[in-house]
T-cell receptor
């Protein structure tokens, strides 16, 4: 148990659907992250939130929309996705968003397939 | 650009020793992390190096040479459960983690 949970674990959606991914951390951390993990590629940082404020947005297409209502919860809203968006979406949290030693704790991920 | 290189896949025998290398070119350096990720599971933290030298933690050790932009993860007395992907990540000058693509380690009996 890593203290970071994600739902759903698997999601299949059509390109016209709207869905949301949910992440919850039980570690009392102040920073939360969304990553995209594609096969044989490095983890791609999508969004960073620190104390519910977005501090990083790495040129992610607008069809991905994050929401952080409080420091324990993070959502990723999805709409009109493309097949190339199929990947594992990982949520992570850390004590702070900056700082040299900043171990990130990951959730198990949501395996997304876009048809 | 920023780049992290590590081998795509390695194979080793149960009970043996394996070394997984990672080389990096980043804008600044604020530490290097190794994570383990079993198939279908979350990455989990293994080690952190910010100064040159070897950090030992049980069967796992991690080495860093900042002047060479190089690190390795050493796994001793390999067990079947060590079959996983090992991710190298460097924290750059903006305190952002730059990730390698991971090394898939296959352990054979």
């Amino acid at each position: 148990e890593t203290g970071v949970t994600q739902t759903p674990r698997h999601l299949v959606m059509g390109m016209t659907n709207k869905k949301s991914l949910k992440c919850e951390q039980h570690l009392g951390h102040n920073a939360m992250y969304w990553y995209k993990q594609s096969a044989k590629k490095p983890l791609e940082l999508m969004f960073v939130y620190s104390l519910e404020e977005r501090v990083e947005n790495n040129s992610v297409p607008s069809r991905f929309s994050p929401e952080c209502p409080n420091s324990s919860h993070l959502f990723l809203h999805l709409h009109t996705l493309q097949p190339e968006d199929s990947a594992l979406y990982l949520c992570a949290s850390s004590q702070e968003a900056g700082g040299s030693y900043n171990e990130q704790f990951f959730g198990p991920g949501t395996r997304l397939t876009v048809l | 650009g920023q780049n992290i290189d590590q081998p795509t896949e390695m194979t080793a025998t149960e009970g043996a020793i394996v070394q997984i290398n990672c080389t990096y070119q980043t804008s600044g350096f604020n530490g290097l992390f190794w994570y383990q990720q079993h198939a279908g599971e979350a990455p989990t933290f293994l080690s952190y190096n910010v100064l040159d030298g070897l950090e030992e933690k049980g069967r796992f050790s991690s080495f860093l040479s900042r002047s060479k932009g190089y690190s390795y993860l050493l796994l001793k007395e390999l067990q079947m459960k060590d079959s996983a992907s090992y991710l190298c990540a460097v924290m750059d000058s903006n305190y952002q983690l730059i990730w390698g693509a991971g090394t898939k380690l296959i352990i054979k009996p």
